[in-house]
């Protein structure tokens, strides 16, 4: 997607060969219009997937997994690395390891949130080693519902989360795919021409 492109290129900062910091519009401070686009995009992509709720996990997952769900018109769910004190209802867990914290969380939802007939599509802001895209699966195959595909943000594509997530035959869709962050220059896999 051109315009998350063009903007990796002018807000984004290459800080190692590895991680990508983008909190000037998704991580901290966040471009709604961009999100707002993005959203727009992932609609388009899974439109004839009748997709009855979208999961992320928190918190950066959030903002285009709403306007997401704007667009396609179905409730978002986000996972919590937390334990609230009010939830207190029944729980599916699993846990993950953060590439960019370098620590394992048990992330959760809600039981109720989640039944056999959902078609779900999972939203998150980075694709790196797969972890986080992979314990939202595990959740909803907890909950004995489908994953129609996960949508992502930003790929990095020289790491391995999505060749795992193809190899176990689930659709990727990466609206930016990194293929290298060297010498602090990000370069793009190009396009496919449309
Ligand atoms: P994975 O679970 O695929 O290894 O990593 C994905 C998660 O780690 C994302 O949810 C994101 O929060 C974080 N992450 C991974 N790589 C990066 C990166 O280069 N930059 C930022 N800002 N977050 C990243």
Redesign the pocket.
Known sequence: MRLLEEKILSDGEAISK?????DAFL?HQIDSKLMFEIGKEFAKLFANEEITKIVT?ES??IAPAVMTGLQLNVPVIFARKQKSLTLNEALLTTS?????KNVTNNISISKKYLNDNDKILII??????????LGLVDLIHQANATVVGIGIL?E?SF?S?AQKLKDLGLRVESLARIESLENGVVNFISEKVE
């Open positions: 590895e991680v990508l910091k983008v991580n996990i950066s997952g993950v390891h953060s590439f960019t998150d802001d980075f694709l790196a080693n797969g972890q986080a895209a930003i990095k790491q989360g």
